[in-house]
């Protein structure tokens, strides 16, 4: 089925579709990983985006229920060289394109990767859209669509990809916690809880806080703490074994941190 993405500058990148039917716009941007496809498409750092993998082959061990980086997809399409037509991996459950498909996500496949991440890397990210089926034949409307869309600047998507309710995080990690304090880091043996970007002030203080290191996304968050109180936590020990939050605190206060680390 014949697939496009679209690309604010006039550009068009053509393909076969796999994945759910339909148009979508976003930011369109490359991830360079060589493994790991299934926890770039579940991580929300990528929400709103149109993410094109530079590995050339991808698909080939299938999906399985253990790997996600939360608790669905949220890149807003997906864009690959080569998808594989066969799953070889003793813990696959579902194929990419069925995965994809079950949650109503886009895919683009033969996509000529090289050529377009040329134009990202060159022009840096643009907007636009990723098309399947019918919605793919009319490329003048994929692009005003891709025109006319407002672009990601300026949006506040922490409220949206957050966490409904605090948790901790409980289950076992192949990593050891470590505490930025100024240039030197520490091991920590506390448990860390994830709270909701909407949490209160005096629900967090005095506790011990980390946040995800989006400055791009905490720019519009004026409803959080102020930056004087907390330190920066990387995206992805946040949003680990299906969860997803902004904000981190640590259960006990010996794991704390005086300065904010930057």
Known sequence: MRAVIALEDGSLFHGEGFGAIGMQVGEVVFN???????????????????????????????????????????VAGY????????????RAQASLHDYLRSQNVIGISNLETRALVRRLRTQGVMRGVIANGEAAEDTELLLWEAKRWSGMDGLDLAKEVTCKAPYIWEEPTEHEWYIANGRHRKRSVCSPTAFSCLTGRA???????????????????RYLVSVSDINYWDWRWVAKRKKCCLVIAEATSPCATRKAAR
Do not use: F
């Open 32 to 74: 360079t990983s060589m493994t790991g496809y299934q926890e770039s498409l579940t991580d929300p750092s990528y929400y709103r985006q149109i993410v094109v993998a530079t590995v050339p082959h991808v698909g080939n061990v299938g999906v399985n229920l253990d790997d996600p980086e939360s608790e669905r997809i949220w």
């Open 79 to 90: 864009g690959v060289r080569a998808l594989s037509p066969a799953i070889s991996n003793w």
């Open 203 to 221: 629900t967090l203080l005095p506790s011990h806080m980390r946040l995800t290191r989006s400055e791009r996304w905490l720019a519009k968050c």
